[in-house]
Nanobody, 125 residues
Framework: QVQLVESGGGLVQAGGSLRLSCAAS????????LGWLRQAPGKEREFVAA???????YYADSVKGRFTISRDNAKNTVYLQMNSLKPEDTAVYHC???????????????????WGQGTQVTVSS
């Protein structure tokens, strides 16, 4: 029903910046609650940021003040601007979408209906 394709990952030095993009199709974009989640090797999937249909943002404490989530409904795209990157930000980053969620399911980070394939972010020290 919804297809999500991430891009923008790569290798960056600590303190640097990256912008991730996620393009959505298959369902009216404006109806979607959108999130970014990440998973490092050997660790559980972790909530990073989310944005509601009315563009209210939510952030994990670990990224507040450094990351910014935004959405462009005209382009069917959600972005994650990542500044002041740290080595502990290294992970595969996935975008996710859901037609029913209104706030991040922080105790159930996998509770989104649709997922992208992921993009690797590596932050070197």
């Amino acid at each position: 029903q919804v297809q999500l394709v991430e891009s923008g990952g790569g290798l960056v030095q600590a303190g640097g910046s990256l912008r991730l993009s996620c393009a959505a199709s298959g369902r009216p974009f404006s109806s979607l609650f959108l999130g970014w989640l990440r998973q490092a090797p050997g660790k559980e999937r972790e909530f990073v940021a989310a944005i509601s249909r009315s563009a209210v943002p939510y952030y994990a404490d670990s990224v507040k003040g450094r990351f910014t989530i935004s959405r462009d409904n005209a382009k069917n795209t959600v972005y994650l601007q990542m500044n002041s990157l740290k080595p502990e930000d290294t992970a595969v980053y996935h975008c996710a979408a859901d037609g029913k969620l209104t706030v991040p399911p922080t105790r159930r980070p996998g509770a989104y209906d649709y997922w992208g394939q992921g993009t690797q972010v590596t932050v070197s020290s």
